[in-house]
């Protein structure tokens, strides 16, 4: 006979325990143990899926290669060129950041391509769903909403038999088998697990929406990430209409991709060109404003990073980043003082980066340094350059990968002058119509500008 015992699961690592403790001891989290009752039947609940016997790899039957296109550029690019039949796709973000609204045009996309979609809330009625859907304009007959029972859904799932299914969201679906409350460790981690199954039998692809946790990752047991194959991060700033999509993982195309999206009335709106809304706009007459190049996946965008240096009120003086690595801005300070000798131990210092975007690559470290040094000599860079270069500990400035791309950018949006690293001055060759300026120290850099 069945025996029911309950276990504390902790709700942000999955680490089980039979007693109740305060404070988690897998991720010494507090107060993150809940009860959860399970019925211990004998038999691993993953027990009624197929048993398969080994196969030999070269008889096994080749998946369907074509991707699923979702016609949104900017989407099937950070999919690696689109969906594959049968894979599980985590998107995750803050709440308000648009999943829903991404999710719900792709439907619209896809259903006009005469795929069928289902889509299933269990956060909005589905009154609320077809309010969003007349304002994002999605007319399709194809499309079909219901709730949060999982074995519901699996039902709707086999009769339908939809080309892509939808889960808005992971957290919020249930199983009533199990006692536990939605949104619980084992609830989300069984619910996953059954419906990308059920995705991997019918060949259907599955998008889960996750949310996200204070600290900004997706809510839940890290089970969750491993279990798909693509998990997708939406970031952006509060106050910004913009949005990135992000890929962090992906089986089937490279991750570091990002898509860029603006959020509109009528729903999120693809930017195509990247550079142009991150440069501030303006004519930059003030110092302390360089522009730098940084790859993301396969494009390289132009950002504007702005340094505020100024004489520090208190003893301690204040450094402040956004959108930057704090511990290499520090770094960037360390190597102005010792080896250019500007002396910032009596300033504090400001750096941003304009759009909310975030720049965590090398190359940027010249464009940093720079910035930081005009700021300090209240000179301006000039407005139609730009600085490439990855600054070591000894003031040296050393070449960077991808140069042709970062160029090529600069050279479509206008740019006239560069300052790049000597090592990369056999690559500079290849583009005309920027002036170059090589230098192999940061002194150099700093001379060729103030
Ligand atoms: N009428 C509207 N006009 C413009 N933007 C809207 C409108 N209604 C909602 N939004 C935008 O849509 C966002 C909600 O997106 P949603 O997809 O529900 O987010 P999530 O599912 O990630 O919580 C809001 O933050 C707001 O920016
Ligand atoms: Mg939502």
């Known amino acids: 006979m069945a025996k029911t015992s309950s276990v504390y699961v902790c709700q942000q690592c999955g680490w089980k325990t039979n007693r109740w403790m305060g404070k988690c001891a897998g991720c010494d989290e507090w107060d993150s143990l809940v009860e959860e009752k399970y019925e211990s039947t004998g038999t691993h609940t993953l027990a009624k899926f197929d048993i398969e016997n080994p196969t030999c790899i070269l008889d096994i039957k080749p998946v369907n290669k074509l991707r699923i296109k979702t016609n949104i550029e900017e989407f099937d690019r950070i999919l690696g060129g689109g969906l594959v039949a049968g894979s599980a796709v985590l998107i995750g973000g803050t709440p308000g950041i648009g999943k829903s609204t991404i999710l719900l045009q792709v439907c619209q996309k896809f259903s006009e391509h005469g795929g069928l979609s289902l889509y299933v809330t269990g956060e909005e009625s589905t009154a ?266 000894g003031g040296e400035v050393r070449g960077v990968s991808q140069f042709d791309g970062r160029l090529k950018e600069a050279e479509r949006l206008g740019f006239k002058n560069a300052i790049i690293p000597k090592d990369n001055t056999r690559d500079a060759s290849r583009v005309k119509s920027l002036k170059m300026n090589e230098v192999s120290s940061l002194v150099e850099a700093i001379d060729k500008i103030c």
């Open 128 to 393: 609320q769903i077809k309010l969003r859907a007349d304002r994002l304009c999605v007319l399709s007959k194809k499309f079909f909403g219901c709730r949060n029972n999982l074995n519901v859904i699996l039902e709707h799932i086999g009769k339908l038999n939809p080309k892509l299914v939808i889960i808005d969201s992971i957290q919020t679906m249930f199983k009533p088998d199990l006692e536990s409350s939605p949104g619980t460790v084992s609830q989300v981690r069984q619910c996953a697990n059954e419906l990308i199954y059920m995705s991997k039998r019918t060949e259907s692809s599955i998008f889960l929406i996750g949310h996200v946790t204070k600290q900004g990752i997706i809510a839940g047991p890290k089970v969750l990430e491993h279990l798909v194959d693509t998990v997708l991060y939406f970031e952006g700033e509060k106050f910004m209409s913009f949005r990135i999509l992000r890929a962090v993982k992906n089986r089937f195309g490279p991750t570091n991709e990002i898509g860029i999206f603006e959020m509109c009335k009528n729903g999120l709106r693809e930017v195509k060109n990247p550079s142009e809304i991150f440069l501030s706009g303006t004519q930059r007459l003030t110092s302390g404003s360089a522009i730098i190049s940084c790859i993301e996946g396969t494009r390289a965008l132009l950002v504007e990073v702005q340094a505020l240096v100024t004489r520090s009120n208190f003893g301690i003086p204040e450094r402040k980043v956004s959108g930057v690595d704090y511990n290499r801005v520090a770094m960037i300070i360390a190597v102005l003082e010792k080896r250019t000798g500007l002396l910032l131990g009596g300033h504090d210092v400001f750096v941003n980066v304009v759009g909310g975007v975030k720049v965590d690559e090398p190359a940027a470290d010249l464009g940093i340094a720079i910035a930081i040094a005009s700021s300090f000599k209240d000179k301006a860079i000039p407005s139609d350059m730009i600085v490439i270069g990855e600054l070591g500990l």
